[in-house]
């Protein structure tokens, strides 16, 4: 897996995922031209996109009637100690990603159930939940 990005023109990022194209931008209101998503919109499209994809794989191999999903995500930043179920420092700020998912088909509230925990098992779910370590190096 591979990206390449470069700066075009004032915050506007020419993203390279093989044979596809976008630009990653800033809403004008921080100085942006709002030419395409900011980078945490594209972050919360990763998420989403990996969610919907393995809930629908995991209907499809069961046989399950799923229609459809709608899923509403958003990302705050919030202290930890306003946080239920976080373990860090009660006085730490943490990101918080919110996700509302709902199911259209027909399907019963245990069937429910297991697509939303299978939809917290999605490779970039998992990814953004455990350790990661992102390693920078200067090439010139």
């Known amino acids: 897996m591979s990206v390449q990005a470069h700066i075009r023109e004032n915050f506007q990022i020419e ?3 093989g ?4 630009i990653v931008d800033e809403p004008a209101s921080v100085g942006g031209d709002d030419l395409g998503p900011s980078p945490y919109d594209v972050l919360l499209a990763s998420l989403a996109a990996c969610k919907l994809i393995t809930v629908q794989m995991y209907a499809r191999r069961k046989g399950w009637p799923l229609e459809d999903v709608q899923l509403e995500m958003s990302t705050s930043k919030i ?25 259209i088909g027909d399907l019963d509230d245990e069937q429910k ?13 998992r990814t953004l939940t455990t350790e990661t370590k992102i390693q920078s190096k200067l090439l010139n």
């Open 15 to 17: 993203v390279n995922s």
């Open 19 to 22: 044979a596809h194209t976008f």
């Open 79 to 103: 202290h930890a100690s306003d946080c239920e179920d976080c373990e860090s420092d009660p006085n730490a700020r943490i990101d918080l990603i919110e996700a509302e998912l709902r199911f």
């Open 113 to 125: 159930a297991r697509l939303l925990y299978i939809s917290e098992r999605c490779p970039v779910h």
